[in-house]
């Protein structure tokens, strides 16, 4: 192994993902240690630390690819693994640490520049036949046209006007008869509401679902797909629960999906670990969206089910190892959902609510892996994201997955901050979602209520409240004491938060 | 003030969505279902911090706000505003709030919105505090809408199969 000691940079859950592996396989790393989160948990997990805290940069060290090269250097690490988020995607990043002879876990700069370019990467998944949602280039004189456009990308399409925004000119065509009527519609709405009449068409992808597709690439230009994932879950493009594989693929979609994704990281000469996302509408058509190149923050559900670690086949390809397996050697086993636990205030539209974890404490059943950067005492942070775990359960199919994961959920234990746990206990009894038939559009469109509690939690909530309006205004009411299971107590003394006003 | 001690032989939960949860005192660490009583246990220890313990499940709970007669408690994640009131002051809100109706009836309110899947009661017929009255279907979901209070069905608004607005009326019980 020519990789000795990987730089980690990066922080929180992954750091922690990565030094896991990077311990099994007998390579020592280094964490950086900042001033934001000095007692973080992820440091506990490294050989090394580099002492960040005295930086008084206004970049995040983990942005600063000077600093992080520099530290790289000054602390022998041979490699670097950026992990998601921060410099993950950054070309500039991955060449500067090969110009200074440390690996870069991860793919090429080229394959990194030219993904993130979304004219380039258009255009690769063009010239390679990838299907995608086509529009017109420029603005679309007249009806005529209109017609011509529509038939070349396919029904339905939207007609969007140009200066538009807010829905305001659009209009969606499901078939050519009634083009001439909504095109005149859009182009009057977007000259009332924009003083500007010009109007262009884009192929419109009705209730998609967001799948992607895990990929696998060595330098020996090997690449294989490790099956795919379903993140349609998501709110303002914020993804919360994801899981592999999807129902609304078979083995023959997957396979064709499959061969398509592998065929635009070639394109690319694309090495290390890639996903290549789509949009699969209601009629089973999919269409290209990009290629993220980085480990992804659900690339857990991938490893579950097919039982590679992500992480080590990251780190050999970088260390020029080919991949030891074949497309057909890929088995995918069981169904794996995880659960995005954040610090968020689901009542709140999803706010972030930063704050120190009091208490936590996750399952420990066999079906139930957790990936978490906080403990007990540790603080989510305004500076980060409000990530406090992952909680991904296996099952043998998809329906055993949501019982143990409903089991999973009502046994996670956060105290300190409010978390997306009551919208998860939602999600998983919502018949929709159970039997699989959502879309990206289930938490605008399908949901009225974003959390769930049984029936009787706010009568015992309610109880607490009378409890405490007792304990202060009437003090004659006794409390007794139960100290067998753990001491019952005055509630005036349990909350250290009671706001000061 | 003397009035409020007399008759504080009962308090009231109300919650920011109108619904009301009424307590006899001295204030019972158990709260009737139907016909069983189920002990209600406010606990802590030092791994787990504050916690409920009810039908052998422990839930946390928080104190995240208190100020006069009002509490915003975090109850298994979900946060719940409450106003306890007394007798008196329940009776004196109503009649400056409300204005119309006897301030001694319930009004069973639909939480959210939905459909009515079935009504569980009839007028006349008497009902538990905890017992469900209408089952609301809403986001998919069966709610059991409960009693408030122990009493007699007055008024049934709520017809089976019909949709409901929030904060629609669903039944009256007089206590």
């Not at chain 1, 993950?88 to 993130?116: H, L, R, T, V, W």
């Not at chain 1, 080919?322 to 890929?330: G, M, P, S, T």
């Not at chain 2, 313990?53 to 422990?58: E, F």
């Not at chain 2, 309110?109 to 009515?116: S, V």
Request: proline share 4%; glycine share 6%.
């Amino acid at each position: 192994m020519k990789i000795k000691r990987i730089l980690i940079a990066n922080r929180g859950e992954i750091a922690i993902r990565i030094m896991k592996t990077a311990r099994l396989m007998k390579i020592e790393t280094v964490a950086v240690k900042t001033a934001a989160e000095p007692n973080a948990m992820y440091l506990s997990y490294a050989d090394f630390i580099f002492d960040n805290t005295e930086d008084n940069s206004e970049v995040p060290v983990f942005l600063d690819i000077e600093k992080l090269i520099a530290i790289a250097l000054q602390m022998e690490a041979n490699a670097v693994h950026p992990g998601y988020g921060f410099l993950a995607e950054n070309a500039y990043f991955a060449q500067k640490c090969i110009d200074n002879k440390i690996i870069f876990i991860g793919p090429s700069p080229d394959a990194i520049y030219k993904m993130g370019n979304k004219t380039i990467a258009r255009n690769l998944a063009l010239k390679n036949k990838i299907p995608m949602a086509m529009g017109s280039q420029g603005n679309i004189a007249n009806e005529e046209e209109a017609v011509k456009m529509a038939e070349k990308i396919g029904y339905p399409v939207i007609i969007k006007a140009a200066s538009g925004g807010g829905g305001r000119g659009m209009r969606i065509v499901r078939k050519q008869d009634e083009m001439e009527k909504m095109f005149s519609i859009a182009s009057k709405e977007a000259e009332k509401s924009f003083n500007d009449p010009s109007v262009f068409i884009e192929k419109y992808i009705e209730n998609p679902k967001h799948i992607e597709f895990q990929i696998l690439g060595d330098t020996k230009g090997n690449v294989i797909h490790l099956g795919e994932r379903e993140c349609s879950i998501q709110r303002k493009h914020q993804k919360l629960l994801e899981e592999a594989p999807s129902s609304a693929l078979d083995d023959k979609l997957r396979k064709k999906m499959g061969s398509m994704a592998i065929q635009i990281a070639k394109a690319v000469n694309y090495y290390s670990a890639g996903t290549v996302e789509f949009l699969l509408d209601s009629e089973k058509n999919f269409y290209f969206m990009e290629m993220n190149t980085r480990i992804q923050v659900e690339h857990p559900v991938t490893e579950e089910i097919t039982g590679i670690d992500l992480i080590e086949q990251q780190i050999r390809i970088a260390n020029g190892e080919a991949l030891k397996f074949r497309q057909e050697d890929i088995k995918l086993t069981g169904w794996a959902i995880e659960c995005r636990i954040n610090a968020e205030d689901v009542q709140a539209g999803f706010a972030p609510d930063p704050g120190k974890i009091e208490s936590l404490s996750m399952p420990t059943d066999a079906c139930v892996r957790v990936d978490t950067g906080v403990q007990r005492g540790s603080s989510i942070v305004p500076s980060y994201d409000s990530m406090i775990a992952k909680l991904i359960v296996k099952g043998k199919d998809r329906k055993d997955a949501l019982k143990n994961t409903k089991m999973a959920l009502d046994k996670v234990w956060i105290k300190g901050t409010k978390t997306t746990l009551p919208f998860f206990r939602m999600l998983v009894r919502h018949p929709k979602f159970q039997n699989g038939n959502f879309t990206t559009a289930f938490i605008e469109k399908d949901l009225e209520k974003f959390y769930y509690n049984s029936e009787y939690e706010e009568m015992l909530a309610a109880w607490l409240a009378i409890k405490l309006f007792v304990e202060e205004n009437l003090s004659d009411d006794s409390i007794s004491v139960d100290y067998k299971n753990g001491k019952e107590l005055n509630p005036w003394l349990l909350n250290k938060r009671i706001s000061q006003f | 003030m003397a009035n409020d001690k007399l008759q504080k032989k009962k308090l009231y939960a109300l919650s920011s969505e109108n619904r009301q949860f009424s307590f006899n005192l001295p204030l019972k660490h158990s709260i009737k279902i139907g016909k069983r009583e189920y002990d209600v246990k406010l606990k802590a220890d030092e791994k787990l911090g504050t916690y409920i313990l009810w039908k052998n499940r422990k839930y946390p709970v928080e104190i995240v706000k208190s100020r006069q007669n009002k509490y915003e408690i975090l109850f298994n994640d979900i946060s719940y505003t409450f106003t306890v009131e007394t007798p008196f002051s329940l009776q004196r809100m109503k009649v400056l709030t409300a204005g119309k109706g006897k301030a001694t009836t319930e009004y069973v309110k639909a939480p959210m919105p939905g459909k009515i899947i079935d009504i569980l009661v009839r007028e006349g017929s008497t009902v538990q505090r905890g017992e469900a009255v209408v089952i609301l279907e809403a986001m998919k979901m069966q709610n059991e809408i409960l009693s408030p209070v122990n009493g007699t069905i007055v008024k049934i608004s709520a017809r089976p199969g019909t949709n409901v607005m929030k904060d629609d009326l669903l039944v009256e019980i007089k206590p």
